[in-house]
């Protein structure tokens, strides 16, 4: 079997022959679903009201991802995905897990939990800012992507595929922490 793209395929960004491009595509159905249960159960029990599941938000920016639609008809489609995704760590998120939920580390428990909380709070806040358009994103961004070089100037749809992936992926592993 050849290796070379179908060529209509070969046009598109997002998609080709041998799967898709981008990461949070990609992301485990098991992760999906633990994030997925923990944090509607941390809305249901915060009686947050919301009216939407988390794995929707998620399958929403997986559909973002996938259609050059989407991305063509709205240039700020990153902005919009990062409000979106935000909310799965909406209000009082680590209070709220660790009143809930008895998986979650405490940031007291080790260097490791203390890691693991401060990088959730690092997505948070890039989400955020990005969500509205400040240039502190691109500091959050630096220092979840690159710590060591801190060398983005603008966020690319790899940098912001590797963030959101990074987010959920880290996510799965905070609501797993205390089961390892």
């Given at each position: 079997?050849?290796?070379?793209?179908?060529?209509?395929?070969?046009?598109?960004?997002?998609?080709?022959?041998?799967?898709?491009?981008?990461?949070?595509?990609?992301?485990?159905?098991?992760?999906?679903e633990?994030?997925?249960?923990?944090?509607?159960?941390?809305?249901?029990?915060?009686?947050?009201?919301?009216?939407?599941?988390?794995?929707?938000?998620?399958?929403?920016?997986?559909?973002?991802?996938?259609?050059?639609?989407?991305?063509?008809?709205?240039?700020f489609?990153?902005e919009?995905?990062?409000?979106?995704?935000?909310?799965?760590v909406?209000?009082?998120?680590?209070?709220?897990?660790?009143?809930?939920?008895?998986?979650?580390?405490?940031?007291?428990?080790?260097?490791?939990?203390?890691?693991?909380c401060?990088?959730?709070?690092?997505?948070?806040?890039f989400?955020?800012?990005?969500?509205?358009?400040k240039?502190?994103?691109?500091?959050?961004?630096?220092?979840?992507?690159?710590?060591?070089?801190?060398?983005?100037?603008?966020?690319?749809?790899?940098?912001?595929?590797?963030?959101?992936?990074?987010?959920?992926?880290?996510?799965?592993?905070?609501?797993?922490?205390?089961?390892?």
């Amino acid at each position: 079997m050849s290796k070379t793209l179908d060529p209509i395929l070969a046009e598109q960004k997002s998609i080709s022959t041998n799967g898709a491009e981008y990461d949070v595509v990609n992301l485990p159905k098991s992760v999906i679903e633990i994030v997925n249960v923990n944090i509607h159960l941390v809305w249901i029990m915060g009686n947050y009201k919301k009216n939407v599941k988390p794995e929707d938000i998620i399958f929403n920016a997986q559909s973002i991802f996938k259609s050059e639609d989407t991305k063509s008809n709205d240039k700020f489609w990153k902005e919009h995905c990062s409000g979106s995704i935000r909310e799965l760590v909406d209000g009082h998120f680590e209070a709220n897990c660790l009143k809930f939920l008895k998986c979650v580390p405490k940031r007291s428990d080790s260097d490791e939990a203390k890691q693991v909380c401060e990088t959730i709070r690092n997505y948070k806040d890039f989400f955020n800012d990005f969500a509205h358009f400040k240039d502190s994103a691109i500091g959050h961004a630096n220092t979840l992507l690159d710590p060591d070089n801190k060398s983005l100037k603008v966020i690319s749809e790899e940098d912001f595929d590797k963030l959101c992936t990074g987010f959920i992926l880290h996510l799965g592993k905070y609501f797993k922490f205390k089961n390892k």
